[in-house]
């Protein structure tokens, strides 16, 4: 196995994993969720968007989706990366868009 360069180890006393991933601890929202929140920031009308409940049809030779994609932070805080939030999604488009005005 390759050893990775020092300046890559960030002065810890091992390397870093060959992964890490970053995942919102927040509660799971789905896109549409995601797309009501920003709507009601930019004052945009939403009705004309629907959610979509139906499990996608799997055709042959496909390979089925799981339902829950939320990717794992053990790494990240093994490292002792902080990976809580302070805003949750509405709060930080909220005060995104007030501050961007």
Known sequence: SRSLPSWLTLGLNKPLPAIMHYSSPA????????TKI???H??????????DADKP?????QTERPENTQLAT???KELGVD?????TFDEWWGRYIAETK
């Open 42 to 51: 930019l004052g945009l009308p939403i009705q004309h968007v629907v959610p």
């Open 27 to 34: 509660p799971p929202m789905t896109k549409y969720d995601m």
């Open 57 to 61: 049809i799997v055709k042959p030779g």
């Open 38 to 40: 920003i709507a009601k």
């Open 74 to 76: 053990d790494a990240l």
């Open 83 to 87: 990976t809580r939030e302070d805003e």
